[in-house]
């Protein structure tokens, strides 16, 4: 077996991670060894604290079996400690250690499952791609930082830095309460490091860094650098108010219509460097709110995006496929109908430019009507890169663009009222919104 050993970042990050603080934050650049490094240290606390309970969480079960019960976890335990016996329970999901010691694992999004895990009380809690995780979720989490085996409580977190309105830069950076705004009162106990894939390079590919550095700024920083990015300046979206109004754990209500929005931005295209198309589900509930329900943009061929299109409209027992017309419009009823013959289909026109679309959809965020079910990172970031004065991201916003030609279909009204109001403005500022 090849010997292991951590890499002069990782054992400063070793060394972090045993400090005095309560709450530790590990964020930076993708495969920089953040979660390997706290489920390493969580394996330590297992074997040398008796019957200790721990307890490992992501926003998706699912994510975190395949990331890290299926992934991370053996790979530590294999290179770290080869001779512990220590058994994998798949019913409970459950590690267990020969000192009868447990690690639980799970995810925030399923309640039976959510509601078993925090029956109980750990001495340790990490929260893995925390930027996922709704800060009211991370703190029922934290009233289950209890149990009494000798260990000192803890709670760790990981992930690549969101932007700076998020909870977690709040508390880690800034040091400030999420939701007051006002300084913590024990700052000390919440300290952070980055970790980066440059330091990393003995257990990664020169092809893969080459990869990092070739994509968009914007991702560059956060995933190759490691930076929490600013908000975007006179934004009309922010993620607070995308946060405030986002469902994780509660029911949505029934759906009295669903609109597939679809932007087939460069759709006739056939480059590999085409840009996405995008596709977004939206439903009206009986409470007269909107809710958000996938996020479905890819790249890829007609035929590849027109069944996703298909499938997406029979999965949510849609009511309707709208797609902008400028470009190529009949084409792309073609493409959808050929999919799913007789699909009903209304194709609608860009008589304005994006940022007048998007007023009215962001006031109706404002006003709490627009709900994400989940978490959309992707489409997020585009609605946070449009301004007052037009859309400030690195290529073109198809995900924003179809949510938007969605939400309009299911709020006419309003968006008809705000186009109204925007004609009687003087030319000039019209213009710059046309950007």
Known sequence: MKSFELTAKQQEANRFLGGPATHKLLYGGSRSGKTFLIVRAYVVRALRYERSRQAMFRYRFNACRSSIVADTLPKVMELCFPKI?????????IAR???GSEIWFGGLDEKDRTEKILGQEYCGIFLSECSQIPWSSRNVALTRLAQNCGARLRMDYDCNPPKQSHWTYQIFIAHKDPETRQPLPDPENYAAMRMNPGDNMANLTPEYIAELERLPERLRR???EGEFLSDTENALWSQDAIDRSRIVDTPVPDMQRVVVGVDPSGAD???????AIGICVVGLGTDGKAYVLEDLTLRGSPATWGNVVAQAYERHAADVVVGEENYGGAMVRHVIQTARPSTPYKAVTATRGKVVRAEPIAALYEQGRVH???FFPELEDELCDFTTTGYAGERSPNRADALIWALSELFPGMTREHSRRANLLPPEQLASWAS
């Open 85 to 93: 016996a220590w058994k994998l329970d798949k019913t409970e999901w």
């Open 97 to 99: 250690f020969p000192n």
């Open 222 to 224: 956060r995933f190759l």
């Open 269 to 275: 295209e056939e480059t590999p460097e085409r840009d």
């Open 372 to 374: 994400h079910v989940g």
